[in-house]
């Protein structure tokens, strides 16, 4: 039938395609999800249709849902090609199983990730022959190169596409966190320690100046900033201000620990406001569930990302911060190399 059409066929056993802006649902799920600035293609129908069930929660929206099946003529390339210059997609999150190494591949992931961030999940990674943890390696290597990002975990991939929906972007890796109590802010802290492309920002005198005017006996004012003592949305007001102005914090992580004795509902509204005036990412992670779930997704139904455990929000953060740092290196040029030799 495609054939006498003159019409491309996407799959076999493929999810679909979904495109909220536009109404069109040309796949097996019923209700469409969300419209948004993200765009995902998948090549796992279970995949697609978990994900999706997940945003409807975490109230994300995405320009496009396309799952290629066993790509018999809708192929990566092709998809990505189109979606690099889509004017209703402004990043792109990709789940993969096979190892697509093809020029066509490659010329497209890098025209696209030079445009807007790329986010992949890769699986398959069960065969652990030589052969395949070589062709693993290269994988990895043509990612890093075209300026993509790569990711391991699907809670990594979750946090992506919340960081992805925000409309400012981290360019950088310095982080001011603000915190409630040690002991999460510790956490965030150790993360970075491991691998992390984010660390924690130097505060300008006149930012720490600014947070004397306000801090109590037994305040952190340092970074991580920590008050013990209830918060107030006065307290949260003046810190994310004087955050926002200093010139050495790329992005701010507020990370909230439940609180019987602080108004945490109207806490979240400030944050709220806040973030519609602050040009700089501002993260949350509120902690805990049968309190915070309902607080998460009034952030999350304002635009901003909010996040569950501070794993989580570095994860977010780091996908950010990484993206910006392989756009640099996409960027560099590759030495000369001698051409009487041959290529390694």
């Known amino acids: 039938w495609a054939k006498q059409h003159h019409c491309l066929l996407l799959g076999p056993r493929s999810f679909g395609l979904i495109r909220p802006g536009t109404d069109l649902n040309l796949s097996i799920q019923t209700q469409l999800p969300k419209k948004g600035k993200v765009a995902l293609v998948s090549q796992s129908r279970t995949l697609t249709t978990a994900i999706l069930d997940w945003a409807v929660d975490a109230n994300v929206g995405f320009s496009a849902v396309l799952d290629l099946g066993d790509e018999a003529d809708v192929d990566l390339a092709t998809v990505l090609d189109f979606l690099a210059v889509d004017k209703q997609s402004d990043s792109i999150v990709l789940y993969l199983h096979s190892h697509p190494t093809s020029k066509q591949f490659a010329s497209a992931l890098y025209a696209a990730a030079a445009a807007k961030p790329i986010i992949v999940l890769k699986a398959g990674g069960a065969d652990q022959s030589k052969e395949m943890r070589a062709r693993e390696e290269v994988f990895s290597a043509l990612v890093r190169r075209t300026g993509a990002i790569r990711v391991r975990y699907l809670m990594q991939l979750y946090a992506a596409v919340k960081i992805l929906s925000l409309q400012r972007r981290l360019k950088g890796s310095r982080i001011a966190m603000l915190s409630n109590g040690d002991g999460i802010a510790q956490l965030a802290v150790d993360i970075m320690r491991y691998g992390s492309t984010v660390h924690t920002a130097t505060l300008e005198p006149q930012t720490v100046d600014a947070l ?5 006996a037994n305040d952190q004012l340092g970074n991580p900033i920590v008050r013990y003592a209830p918060w107030t ?13 200093d010139r050495q914090v790329d992005g701010i992580l507020v990370l909230l620990a439940p609180d019987p004795y602080a108004d945490v509902a109207a806490i979240t509204d400030s944050l709220i406001q806040l973030s519609k005036k602050v ?17 998460r997704q009034r952030l999350e139904q304002a635009g901003m990302a909010a996040l569950r455990t501070p794993d989580a929000a570095m994860d977010a953060l780091n996908t950010l911060a990484s993206y910006h740092y392989s756009q640099q290196l996409a960027q560099q040029i590759i030495p000369a190399y001698p051409l009487g030799r041959p290529a390694n």
């Open 212 to 216: 004397a005017e306000i801090a109590l």
């Open 233 to 245: 949305t006065e307290f949260v007001e003046h810190v994310i201000s004087a955050l926002a102005k």
């Open 279 to 295: 040009y700089k990412p501002l993260i949350t992670c509120l902690v805990g569930e049968d309190s915070m779930r309902g607080l």
